[in-house]
T-cell receptor, first 112, second 113 residues
Framework: QKEVEQNSGPLSVPEGAIASLNCTYS??????FFWYRQYSGKSPELIMF????GDKEDGRFTAQLNKASQYVSLLIRDSQPSDSATYLC????????????FGKGITLSVRP | EADIYQTPRYLVIGTGKKITLECSQT?????MYWYQQDPGMELHLIHY???????EKGDLSSESTVSRIRTEHFPLTLESARPSHTSQYLC????????????FGSGTRLTVV
C-alpha cells in the first residue's frame, strides 16, 4: 500500500460543478496535510493546508480532514476551466527530520 | 521578496557534459530538496538537506550529487550527462520543523541530446 493514495483519474467536470478530489494516507502519525496544484509544465503551488479534523474553507476551495479514517479531500466549488491541473496531496509528521510524502496526483479537467 | 530561484529554466546539452543546476532561496529555510519529475508523472525525491554540510539521498536513485555550503544555496551536479537524465528538476525548501509546506522553484527542464 502506498503511503499516500489519490483516487484514480483523470477527473472531468463541467464548468460550475463541484470537483471532489480524495486522498488517503497510511501513516497515523501524520499531522499536517497539504494540497498542491500543478499546471502542465509548471512547478507545484501550495493552495490549501489543514491540520485539524473538519473543514477549512478558502474561497472556492474547501479542505476536509478525517484523521480517524485517514482521509483528506479537496472540494472545488464553481469549477472553472482555469482549475484544470494536476492536484497533489501531501502529508507529513511535524518534526526536525520529517519530509512531505506526496501522492501521485490526480488530473482535473473542467469542461467549458 | 522572499522566494526560491532556479537557473537555468531550460537547458539542452550534449551527452557527456558536466552540468550544474542552481537553486537559491531567500526565505532562510534550513531544509532544501531536489525532485525529479517526468511529464505527467509523479514527483521523485532525489536529494535533500537539513542544513549546511548536510546532504542525503532521496527515495529515487540518482547519478547526480549535491552540496550545501551555504544555507541559501543547494546546487545539483551531473558529472556526465546522459539522455536518461532528460527530465524536469524541481528544487524546494521548507522551515526546519516541517509543519508547513514546501515552496517550489520554477524548475529546470533538462534535455540531454
Amino acid at each position: 500500500q502506498k503511503e499516500v493514495e489519490q483516487n484514480s483519474g483523470p477527473l472531468s467536470v463541467p464548468e460550475g460543478a463541484i470537483a471532489s478530489l480524495n486522498c488517503t494516507y497510511s501513516d497515523r502519525g501524520s499531522q499536517s496535510f497539504f494540497w498542491y496544484r500543478q499546471y502542465s509544465g509548471k512547478s507545484p503551488e501550495l493552495i490549501m493546508f489543514i491540520y485539524s479534523n473538519g473543514d477549512k474553507e478558502d474561497g472556492r476551495f474547501t479542505a476536509q480532514l478525517n484523521k480517524a479514517s485517514q482521509y483528506v479531500s479537496l472540494l472545488i466549488r464553481d469549477s472553472q476551466p482555469s482549475d484544470s491541473a494536476t492536484y497533489l496531496c501531501a502529508v507529513v509528521r511535524t518534526g526536525a527530520n520529517s519530509k512531505l510524502t506526496f501522492g501521485k496526483g490526480i488530473t482535473l479537467s473542467v469542461r467549458p | 521578496e522572499a522566494d526560491i530561484y532556479q537557473t537555468p529554466r531550460y537547458l539542452v546539452i550534449g551527452t557527456g557534459k558536466k552540468i550544474t543546476l542552481e537553486c537559491s532561496q531567500t526565505m532562510g529555510h534550513d531544509k532544501m530538496y531536489w525532485y525529479q519529475q517526468d511529464p505527467g508523472m509523479e514527483l521523485h525525491l532525489i536529494h535533500y538537506s537539513y542544513g549546511v554540510n548536510s546532504t542525503e539521498k532521496g527515495d529515487l536513485s540518482s547519478e547526480s550529487t549535491v552540496s550545501r555550503i551555504r544555507t541559501e544555496h543547494f546546487p545539483l551536479t551531473l558529472e556526465s550527462a546522459r539522455p536518461s537524465h532528460t527530465s524536469q528538476y524541481l528544487c524546494a525548501s521548507s522551515e526546519y520543523l516541517t509543519g508547513g509546506g514546501y515552496t517550489f522553484g520554477s524548475g529546470t527542464r533538462l534535455t540531454v541530446v
